[in-house]
């Protein structure tokens, strides 16, 4: 068990430009869940997949945001025309798929992301 | 909505005292309930949950937590702490009625341990 795992774990970019982020979930792991962080914070979630289904997105999650979970496996969370408030730490985490409310998420280090 | 509060933003405490880190939700059925501990440049890791049961719960590195429902709070607990304890908490809500286990977190508590 390698545990859950993020890439790159940290960006700098400009504003305007795109970003893609890559979450490789514990093996087997059936739900997949995006969080961002900003300072001083508690994370906020954005977006859930259950295999390769995205089954809820938060109103968070602009239509510059976009995210992906082809096969079940990997997962990418692109965000475009990168603004100054996108800089956060973005998160993934997953979870067995045994039960949603009681399984334990298991988070990855992050992603930290910086718009210049 | 459902809601967290960690009313502590900061709390300092010396080696080898007790520490109880506060934590109120707003919800209107029983929720699931977390504490998250994260170290700098690590993920958040589970310290312990409550679902039902005894409402005392034992979690992970010596630390424990109450439910108490009359007071909507889920403090975490622990006798004599560590400096390697020194780290950000963070409570957690899971509505008992999702079905999809997203969480709801408190902004944090930072935890500083004196020698």
């Known amino acids: 068990d390698t545990g859950v795992s993020q890439d790159p774990r940290h960006k700098i970019t400009k504003r305007g430009q795109n970003v893609t982020f890559r979450c490789d979930p514990i093996?087997?792991?059936?739900?997949l869940y995006w969080y961002r962080q900003t300072l001083g914070q508690g994370p906020e979630f954005l977006t859930y997949f259950q295999n390769e289904a995205q089954l809820e997105k938060s109103r968070l999650l602009s239509d510059r945001f976009s995210a992906e979970r082809p096969k079940g496996s990997f997962s990418t969370l692109e965000i475009q025309r990168t603004e100054q408030g996108d800089s956060a730490m973005y998160l993934c985490?997953?979870?067995?798929?045994?039960?949603?409310?009681?399984?334990?998420?298991?988070f990855g280090p992050g992603t930290r992301l910086t718009v210049l | 909505a459902q809601s967290v509060t960690q009313p502590d933003i900061h709390i300092t405490v010396s080696e080898g005292a007790s520490l109880e880190l506060r934590c109120n939700y707003s919800?209107?059925?029983?929720?699931?309930l977390f504490w998250y501990v994260q170290s700098p440049g690590q993920g958040l890791q589970l310290l312990l949950k409550y679902f039902s049961g005894d409402t005392l719960v034992q979690g992970i590195k010596g630390f424990e937590a109450e439910f108490k429902r009359s007071q909507s709070s889920f403090n975490l607990r622990k006798p004599s702490v560590h400096w390697s304890d020194a780290a950000e908490y963070f409570c957690?809500?899971?509505?008992?009625?999702?079905?999809?286990?997203?969480?709801?977190f408190g902004q944090g508590t930072t935890l500083q341990v004196k020698p």
């Open positions: 985490a997953s979870s067995p798929g045994t039960s949603a409310s009681t399984d334990t998420q298991y």
């Open positions: 093996s087997e792991h059936n739900r």
């Open positions: 919800y209107g059925a029983t929720p699931y």
């Open positions: 957690a809500v899971a509505p008992g009625s999702s079905n999809t286990g997203k969480l709801i």
